[in-house]
């Protein structure tokens, strides 16, 4: 059965082992085409997170590329999955 896009799908927080994988994964970059922009950065002698995660094939019904997800064989419980996340900077996002 599916959800309509007005209702919110629950989202799966990411164990912190993901977390890590994600980060590793990038080396820490930009991972959005050639953006290439450091995701720590420093201010004021103290490091700050400038990254977020993201979904390659959106999590909503509405969300951008959500139509490809059985195309690449994605169920929607299986789009939490660190194979469809990413690293991005604020920038892109």
Same mark, same amino acid.
């Given at each position: 059965?599916? @959800?309509?896009?007005?209702?919110?799908?629950?989202?799966? @927080?990411? @164990?912190?082992?993901?977390?890590?994988?994600?980060?590793?994964?990038?080396?820490?970059? &930009?991972?959005?085409?050639? &953006?290439?922009?450091?995701?720590?950065?420093?201010?004021?002698?103290?490091?700050?997170?400038?990254?977020?995660?993201?979904?390659?094939?959106?999590?909503?019904?509405?969300?951008?590329?959500?139509?490809?997800?059985? $195309?690449?064989?994605?169920? $929607?419980? $299986?789009?939490?999955?660190?194979?469809?996340?990413?690293?991005? &900077?604020?920038?892109?996002?």
């Amino acid at each position: 059965m599916s @959800k309509k896009a007005t209702e919110k799908i629950p989202r799966r @927080k990411l @164990k912190p082992v993901e977390n890590a994988y994600l980060w590793v994964k990038s080396g820490g970059i &930009c991972t959005y085409e050639t &953006c290439n922009k450091e995701l720590i950065e420093t201010a004021e002698e103290t490091l700050t997170n400038a990254g977020i995660i993201a979904h390659i094939i959106g999590h909503a019904e509405n969300s951008p590329r959500h139509e490809y997800m059985e $195309q690449y064989g994605f169920t $929607q419980e $299986q789009l939490e999955d660190v194979n469809n996340l990413m690293l991005m &900077c604020y920038n892109t996002f």
